[in-house]
């Protein structure tokens, strides 16, 4: 199974890039994953989305070949990141690469809540006409104090949030058998 991470930050030292890459490494064996970075999408821009640049070409690609899409996102005043929604209207135009494409999402912060709001947002976004995507609900994955999870190398060092991801990423594989 191909799984593409979106990661909603484009810091280079991301608490959820790190998360993504965690979830890569850990379940390798389980399925086969690419975290896709948000760096070189240019802002969508309606008057060249039927020629839009390489970048938006290869990203859409790489949605539409996978299976399914990891949403790994922060929250910024209460919702998703620009970067975030940029890349989410690049996806719902023109071909429309995430109709039907099953989506879960996570998240991360250093706050106590993790970035419950900013998933919220982001479960009606994908519900929308131009997305229509199947979420994998009640597996919500909010990291709070993230800043303590995790050791200088990457690596997720809290037992009890590595457990918890084990459960959610199994339970993520069995409702992937229904597609």
Same mark, same amino acid.
């Given at each position: 199974?191909?799984?593409?991470?979106?990661?909603?930050?484009?810091?280079?030292?991301?608490?959820?890039?790190?998360?993504?890459?965690?979830?890569?490494?850990?379940?390798?064996?389980?399925?086969?994953?690419?975290?896709?970075?948000?760096?070189?999408?240019?802002?969508?821009?309606?008057?060249?989305?039927?020629?839009?640049?390489?970048?938006?070409?290869?990203?859409?690609?790489?949605?539409?070949?996978?299976?399914?899409?990891?949403?790994?996102?922060?929250?910024?005043? =209460?919702?998703?990141? #620009? !970067? +975030? /929604?940029? *890349?989410?209207?690049?996806?719902?135009?023109? $071909?429309?690469?995430?109709?039907?494409?099953?989506?879960?999402?996570? =998240?991360?912060?250093? #706050? !106590? +809540? /993790?970035? *419950?709001?900013?998933?919220?947002?982001?479960? $009606?976004?994908?519900?929308?006409?131009?997305?229509?995507?199947?979420?994998?609900?009640?597996?919500? !994955?909010?990291?709070? *104090?993230?800043?303590?999870?995790?050791?200088?190398?990457?690596?997720?060092?809290?037992?009890?949030?590595?457990?918890?991801?084990?459960?959610?990423?199994?339970?993520?594989?069995?409702?992937?058998?229904?597609?």
């Amino acid at each position: 199974m191909k799984v593409v991470a979106i990661v909603g930050s484009i810091r280079k030292d991301s608490y959820n890039k790190k998360l993504a890459e965690f979830v890569k490494k850990h379940n390798a064996d389980k399925f086969d994953m690419e975290v896709l970075t948000l760096n070189d999408l240019p802002m969508y821009n309606q008057d060249n989305e039927n020629d839009p640049p390489q970048s938006v070409v290869d990203f859409k690609a790489k949605v539409k070949a996978a299976d399914a899409v990891l949403w790994v996102t922060p929250e910024y005043n =209460g919702s998703i990141p #620009g !970067v +975030l /929604g940029n *890349a989410i209207d690049w996806l719902s135009r023109v $071909d429309q690469v995430m109709i039907g494409k099953p989506s879960w999402i996570m =998240g991360a912060s250093m #706050g !106590v +809540l /993790g970035t *419950a709001k900013a998933q919220m947002h982001l479960r $009606d976004i994908l519900f929308s006409i131009g997305l229509s995507s199947p979420i994998l609900i009640g597996n919500d !994955v909010y990291i709070g *104090a993230v800043h303590t999870k995790f050791d200088d190398s990457g690596n997720l060092t809290e037992e009890g949030t590595v457990q918890f991801l084990d459960k959610i990423v199994g339970n993520f594989l069995k409702w992937m058998k229904q597609y």
